[in-house]
Each structure stands twice: as C-alpha cells, then as structure tokens.
C-alpha cells in the first residue's frame, strides 16, 4: 500500500489541559470561551469511524479568520510491528500562518505492507522561532482508521482532536494500493 499524509486542520489556539481556556496561536490574546465550547460541541457531533465531509470542516472553520493562525511544522513516522518504515521519518513542512496545511510533497510511505500492526504517529508543532516552537499535538493513527481510509478511495479526515486538547483537529490521509 502507499500511504500520504495529505493536510492537518489545526484548531484556533492553545487549549489548557482543562479545555475550558486558552489562547491565540502567535499572540496572547484569550480565546473566547465561547469558541472552545463550541468547537468541543462540534467535534462530539462528528462520527469519529466515518469521513468527513468537506462541508463539515469548514463548518468548523468559521470564524476562524479573527484569530492568528500558526506556523505548522512536524514529522510523522510509519511502524509496522516495531520496524520503521522507510523513509523512517518525514519531516512536515508547509505555509506559515494556517489553520489548514498542506503538506509538501506530500509525504508518502511506498509499498507498507498492511498488517494489524501499522501505524502512524508523529507530531505537529507551532514554528514560531528556531528557538521556539510550542506543540500543536502529537497523534497516531491506528490500523483500523487506515483500513477505512483505503475503503474511501479518497482523502479520509481523521479527527485526532481528542489526542490533542483539541489543538489538532484532524488529518488527511489517503491509503491506496500500489500495484
């Protein structure tokens, strides 16, 4: 199989470990506690086994706009019973300033046997400076998501947030064989 990570979509701030506050990305400006309310209300609606629909993400989006969005960087790594899959790891680099990168490339692992094993895992950080980067979220991606990622036959959104604070919304990935 060929696995690609696509695109993230990253929430609008910095929550706390309580997810009741938090703040803008690159500023210090408080996040309405309206908005996180609402985004946690919004992310328990999604059907977490099923695709989601384009419509869905930007219904997560709005609004988005008012806040200062990061600067994406990370990694993301594929182990299949222990073993790293090679490239054993792919760094992540996009645009500054999104809520919504698109990975360059994108980063994809060729011929990964599929097994109950596989994984994906990696991590996403805010690139502020090279001294300062605050964590976005880490995430895996587990065989089952991947299994329903190939039976879409398209980009599958993976909704990470709960692995994230709610920073990490979800990621594109696309699973298809390679003959």
């Keep these: 199989m060929r696995i690609t990570l696509v695109d993230a979509k990253i929430g609008p701030g910095k929550i706390d470990a309580s997810g009741e506050t938090g703040t803008q990305w ?3 400006i408080p996040l309405p506690v309206e908005t996180i309310q609402n985004l946690i209300r919004s992310l328990s609606i ?4 099923a695709a989601i629909a384009a419509g869905g993400i930007s219904v997560l989006s709005l609004g988005m706009d008012r806040f200062t969005p990061p600067d994406p960087v990370g990694y993301a790594e594929v182990v299949n019973g222990g073993e790293f899959i090679g490239p054993p790891r792919i760094e992540l680099t996009s645009q500054e300033d999104t809520f919504s990168p698109l990975w360059n490339g994108p980063p994809s ?5 599929f097994q109950p094993e596989l994984r994906v895992f990696g991590a996403i950080l805010d690139n502020d400076s090279p001294f300062d980067s605050e ?6 991606i ?5 299994v329903a990622a190939l039976r879409s036959g398209k980009v599958h959104q993976v ?14 990935i ?4 390679v003959p």
């Design 142 to 146: 587990s065989y089952d998501v991947l």
């Design 174 to 177: 696309q699973v298809w064989p």
């Design 135 to 140: 964590k976005i979220g880490a995430f895996q």
């Design 26 to 28: 690159d500023s210090p």
């Design 109 to 113: 692992w060729l011929r990964v046997s």
């Design 159 to 172: 909704q990470v947030a709960d692995q994230t604070h709610n920073q990490l919304l979800f990621l594109g």
């Design 46 to 49: 999604v059907d977490k086994r």
